[in-house]
């Protein structure tokens, strides 16, 4: 059962001075899933369509968004179900993110784009320990650029959820996820439920090498759908859109107060190249054997590298959350960070598998504030650089 409540807020400022803010607020149990909760649904996307003016879709996500399967469907669907309209396609999915990446790049991949609609898929992903603040921070930077643009959670599923939604229950992080969403009246789908009922059902495989007669083979990996299984994404997202197109109204989206006073409303990134470097480093070629993969120039965006120990970088920022992009490369390669000149902080870079897969990585969030960082390559295995991409802050980078 759906309850929609008005809530007030009041903030007493200097000079007698009160400013209220109001919010729609919804009470979903954030525990049990289902497969659409509408809530405002999304609106302008929906009038747009009606004017038959040009409409632009953000796809923000991870791996499972950007592979050819459910993005590509959708997108297909949406132009064949409205032929009047004109669709295009901002496709701001990067293999191995999260919303915590999301909310530091919104302003470099997909604002700029202005979206009409933007899906946000990350449950998979998650949020870097930042699950609430950065999904926040996404919706907050979002409707602070245009109030007028629609946000559309899309919930995957995996292997480890499989069993918690078969029982009608939310995955942890997707709970976290309808928090938000209640609170922003965001509509949100769960892909998972359909795909848990049918393998209850014996009707689908969710984890083969190979398909089973008789039976959907969802995907080999038990987290990216093969074809298949993006069908079936594809066709719970169609219906889910039919059931919200009556809801077609012009609104403005208010932001209120944030749920969480750290919320990564002030995320961004900041390039390697803008941080304070010690000479050592030099640009890594476009053509590097560890660099030139799409994953890995997505995140780490104009990467520098040095071969030697010593060798630093400082940043500074007002704020609270500074994390770094790398390149891991074999065993035994350690960074020490050091914030405000406190106890060091060690962290180890290890990947010892062929394919070396671009990373990124946080330190402790300080309490808001100036605050410098400088981080010292401690340790290079043999024969090994240690690569350096762009900073995901949470503030403002203060200028070196």
């Not at 064949?80 to 004109?86: D, E, I, S, T």
């Not at 799409?294 to 920022?317: F, H, P, S």
């Not at 300080?366 to 043999?382: F, M, N, W």
Request: glycine content about 8%; some cysteine; aromatic content about 8%.
């Amino acid at each position: 059962m759906k309850i929609k409540t008005k809530v007030f807020s009041c903030l007493v400022l200097l000079l007698n001075v009160s400013a209220f803010a109001a919010a729609d607020s919804y009470t979903y149990d954030c525990v049990t899933a289902e497969e659409l909760r509408m809530r405002d649904g999304i609106p302008n996307f929906f009038v747009k369509i009606q004017s038959e003016k040009e409409i632009r879709i953000a796809y923000l996500g991870g791996s499972i968004t950007e592979a050819n399967g459910w993005r590509v469907k959708t997108m297909a669907w949406f132009k064949q179900q409205y032929p009047k309209a004109r669709f295009v396609e901002i496709n701001a999915a990067i293999s191995g993110t999260g919303s915590d990446f999301s909310a530091c790049r919104l302003d470099a991949d997909v604002l700029p784009n202005k979206p009409d609609l933007v899906f946000l898929e990350c449950r998979v992903n998650g949020g870097g320990g930042f699950e609430r603040e950065s999904v926040e921070g996404v919706v907050r930077q979002i409707w602070r650029d245009n109030p007028q643009t629609d946000i559309c959670l899309i919930y995957t599923i995996s292997l480890p959820m499989l069993k918690d939604i078969q029982a009608g229950k939310t995955p942890g992080f997707g709970r976290k996820m309808e928090t938000i969403a209640n609170h922003y009246g965001i509509p949100s789908i769960d892909l998972g439920v359909e795909i848990a009922k049918l393998e209850k059902e014996g009707k689908l495989t969710f984890k083969a090498a190979e398909p089973e007669q008789g039976k959907i083979l969802f995907s080999k990996d038990g987290t990216h759908p093969g074809d298949e299984g993006h069908q079936i994404y594809g066709k719970i997202i169609a219906r889910s859109m039919l059931k919200m197109q009556s809801q077609a109204n012009v609104m403005k989206h208010t932001l209120g107060e944030p749920l969480d006073q750290n919320c990564w409303e002030t995320a961004s990134l900041l390039p390697v190249n803008a941080t304070e470097l010690s000479a050592g480093w030099v640009s890594v070629d476009e053509e590097d054997v560890n660099y030139n993969v799409k994953r890995t120039k997505d995140m780490l965006r104009k990467a520098v590298k040095c071969n030697q120990i010593g060798e630093t970088i400082t940043v500074r920022w007002n704020g609270t959350t500074v994390g770094f992009s790398d390149i891991p490369c074999g065993d035994g390669m350690v960074v020490e960070a050091v914030i405000d000149g406190k106890q060091p902080i060690t962290m180890e870079r290890k990947q010892t598998a062929e394919r070396k897969n671009s990373r990124f990585w946080y330190l402790p969030a300080q309490s808001p504030g100036d605050h410098e960082v400088r981080y010292t390559i401690k340790q290079l295995p043999a024969g090994e650089s240690f690569y350096a991409g762009q900073f995901l802050i949470v503030g403002t980078p203060i200028k070196r």
